[in-house]
């Protein structure tokens, strides 16, 4: 439930630029003396100061860690917080990306110094059109074959600005890593970008700009379009929430030619494609699609495994077991956010109990989270094969035979690209099933079938459609 707006009242925000770059360094000592070293560097470190709104901070979490924060370390930062700026200081745990004057909505009935950190409500997130996550950045992305091309294409338009691909529209499903890209290509331009002016915003704070402007009476249209106008690199995120909003639109619509007219870049990050974006305007769609349309997919288990290990290096997280990991990488399978949240709870379990981290306990902390879940029974390479050839209308003696015509090279790179990632065999294993290849032509293979999957999409759905049939056909058979 989002607070509750109170009748109209002047406001006094104090950004952080201000007196907070002084208090803050006080309040993270507090904290340090509060808790341990480890606690402090994994849970309490990442929090930033945002602003100071009456007797009220705003301190910034990273999304990952920001309910937990707010869960557990309430009384420690409503403690830390009272030592330095009084009894009366109440804190409120927001995003780290937040824009204070936009996102943070008066607390009508919200006592100060009632000493209850809040989280804002999910429904009232939003992301500054002003601020970049430093840790997005092009070195902290995971490459796969399922968001290799979009990567490419994001530092492409990072250093050349206006000249690789404009606009460059970028579409996936939520937790991928869309919007860290919009960040990476900012921090890079900010970083060698030689002055260029960089500018990020959601569709939500844009329309939430607009239509105060638009409601002002003191010139703030024209103040609107110089603020995403001025600038040679625009990165929009979430544009499939200008669907249904004719004004907004029309005013989008009108930035996006006088951008583009000048050569200034556009970067737009959507949940689909332009054209299923079916009540937006075909103009605007067209718009979209006259630059280099890319996806974003969900990664394989070895690019999960990547990103697990890469975090928990970056944290300094200590595993008891090289293993430790498999579990979520394996059960966790759509979602990176969905991944560095289940492993953050591991983390946290850890710390909490002081067991080591291995894969006993990751196993019991994921059954708690995901409750009749259970691990994918791995496929045989039969049962690959025959799925493979009545999906492609070939024969299971044509994948074994030296025939390599198109249609059944194709089937076979599937068969064995499908039999590395849904069973335990080895490579070697794996030839030999095919007619007695080797372990050479099965990586070749497997690599064929990955590029082709990343750059066709009927191919793209060919796969998906059989690792879904395979991974869910256990329930079918009978027992």
């Not at 341990?36 to 999304?63: C, K, N, V």
């Not at 970083?191 to 990020?200: I, M, Q």
């Not at 595993?319 to 991944?339: G, K, M, S």
């Amino acid at each position: 439930m989002a607070f509750p707006h109170a009748p109209t009242r002047s406001r006094s925000i104090t950004p952080v630029h201000n007196q907070l770059e002084h208090i803050w360094p006080q309040i993270q000592a507090e904290l340090r003396h509060a808790v341990t070293d480890s606690t402090y560097h994994l849970w309490l470190a990442p929090l930033q100061p945002r602003a100071l709104d009456g007797d009220t901070l705003l301190i910034g979490a990273p999304e990952e860690i920001r309910t937990w924060v707010a869960d557990r370390f309430s009384r420690v930062l409503q403690s830390a917080a009272a030592t330095v700026l009084g009894p009366s200081t109440t804190v409120l745990v927001v995003p780290i990306d937040c824009d204070p004057l936009l996102d943070v909505p008066a607390r009508a009935g919200v006592p100060h110094g009632s000493g209850v950190p809040t989280a804002l409500p999910r429904g009232a997130e939003r992301r500054s059109d002003e601020s970049f996550n430093p840790k997005y950045t092009f070195d902290q992305f995971v490459i796969g074959d399922g968001n290799r091309l979009a990567h490419a294409a994001a530092l492409a338009v990072a250093e050349l600005p206006g000249q690789a691909y404009n606009p460059l529209f970028v579409y996936g499903p939520p937790g991928l890593g869309k919007t860290h890209l919009l960040h990476a290509i900012a921090n890079y331009v900010h970083t060698y970008g030689d002055g260029l002016a960089v500018r990020y915003t959601t569709i939500e704070a844009f329309t939430n700009r607009f239509l105060r402007a638009l409601h002002s009476k003191d010139g703030s249209v024209d103040d609107f379009k110089r603020r995403y106008r001025d600038t040679d690199i625009l990165l929009i995120d979430d544009v499939q929430f200008l669907e249904s909003k004719a004004t907004t639109e029309e005013e989008f619509f009108h930035t996006f030619n006088a951008l583009y007219e000048t050569g200034s870049q556009l970067v737009v990050t959507c949940d689909r494609m332009p054209r299923d974006m079916a009540a937006l305007a075909e103009r605007l769609r067209e718009r979209f699609e006259s630059g280099l349309v890319t996806d974003i997919r969900p990664p394989d288990l070895a690019t999960r495994m990547t990103i697990l290990r890469k975090r928990v290096q970056h944290d300094g997280v200590k595993l008891a077991t090289p293993d430790a990991l498999e579990p979520i990488a394996e059960r966790i399978t759509t979602n990176i956010r969905a991944l560095q949240g289940a492993l953050i709870r591991v983390v946290a379990f850890h710390s909490l109990t002081g067991r080591p981290i291995d894969r006993a306990l990751v196993t019991h902390v994921l059954d708690g989270l995901y409750p009749g879940a259970t691990k994918p029974r791995k496929r045989t390479l039969v049962e690959i094969q025959e799925a493979t050839c009545e999906q492609l209308g070939v024969s299971p003696e044509a994948l074994r035979s030296p025939d390599r015509s198109a249609r059944v090279a194709w089937a076979r790179q599937v068969a064995m690209y499908l039999a590395r990632e849904l069973t335990d065999e080895t490579l070697p294993a794996i030839g030999r099933a095919f007619g007695g290849r080797n372990h050479t032509t099965v990586m070749h293979a497997c690599r064929r079938a990955s590029e082709k999957i990343a750059a066709d999409a009927e191919a793209y759905e060919l796969v998906r459609g059989l690792t879904a049939r395979l991974q869910g056909a256990e329930a079918d058979r009978p027992s």
